[in-house]
Structure formats: C-alpha cells, structure tokens
C-alpha cells in the first residue's frame, strides 16, 4: 500500500489479490517434502515450489481425457471422484475455470487423494493456460477472454 493524498491508503491490484489468496507467500502452503495435513495436497519429496501452489480439480471421468492433451503434466492426485492438478499459486488470476472444474487456493482439497503422476525434474507444475484451455475444450466453455465484452 501506497499513501495517497490526504493519508489515506491505496491499495494496488496486487494487495487485494494477496489479501483475496489468505496472504500466502510463494513456497507455501505445500511445502515440499513435509506430509500433506487433512486436506492439502503436499509437493513430493525433491520437488521444490518456488511459485507456492493451488489445485484445480475436475470431476475424475474427465482426467483420462485431459492428460494427454496437455504438453506437460505435473504433480496429478485423485481419488474416485476427482482429478487435482498442481498449478502455481494465483493461476486463476483473471481465469474463470470452466464448470465443473474448481480451483483450490493452497491446494486445499476436501479428502486425500492419492498422487497418480510425478513428473520428471524437480517442478510439480501443470501449466495453468494449457490446463485451463483443455479444460475449455472439453466443457464445451470459451475461454474468458474471448467472449465478447458488452458496450
């Protein structure tokens, strides 16, 4: 925060959206190495999360359908009824996920799943925009930024 004229604060777009994320910090909350707690997904040991991390999860009929139509897969867990894919923190800045996809800030998921991919190299990343485009495509959803804009 910045302060304007007069003493009051401004607060820049990148305040709120720190203050809408809980003020998590990049690295946090899935700490790699350390067990995932009741509800949050963990970075598997070796693995470092530089960016923190979030989840996107779809319902687990579509995770067959998504894997090989990305160009790289990272950190996957499921259980019998969803799919959650590791993205870097803040990947639904200016996204709105298509439905029935949700979006998990801090990884945050209501049971623990099971990790179902690993990756090669020490990043559990999905990129976000290939996820989210395949996502589109599936649900039948254009992408955000291409619907039209009211005058």
Not at 122 to 151: D, F, H, K, M
């Amino acid at each position: 925060m910045t302060p304007a004229s007069g003493g009051a604060q401004v607060r820049t777009l990148e305040t709120l959206l720190r203050l809408r994320h809980g003020l998590h910090t990049p690295g946090t909350p899935a700490t790699p190495g350390t067990p995932a707690t009741p509800g949050r997904l963990s970075v598997p040991e070796g693995m470092s999360a530089p960016l923190g991390c979030d989840a996107v999860a779809m319902p687990a009929r579509f995770g067959p359908e998504v894997l090989p139509r990305l160009p790289r897969v990272g950190c996957v867990y499921a259980d019998e009824t969803h799919w959650w894919w590791l993205v870097p923190s803040e990947s639904d800045y200016a996204l709105e996920w298509p439905a029935p996809a949700r979006y998990a800030i801090g990884a945050v998921v209501p049971d623990a799943p099971r990790l179902i991919h690993r990756p090669d190299g020490e990043l559990p990343y999905t990129p976000p925009i290939p996820l989210y485009l395949t996502l589109c495509r599936l649900t039948g959803t254009a992408p955000s930024w291409s619907q039209v804009v009211g005058a």
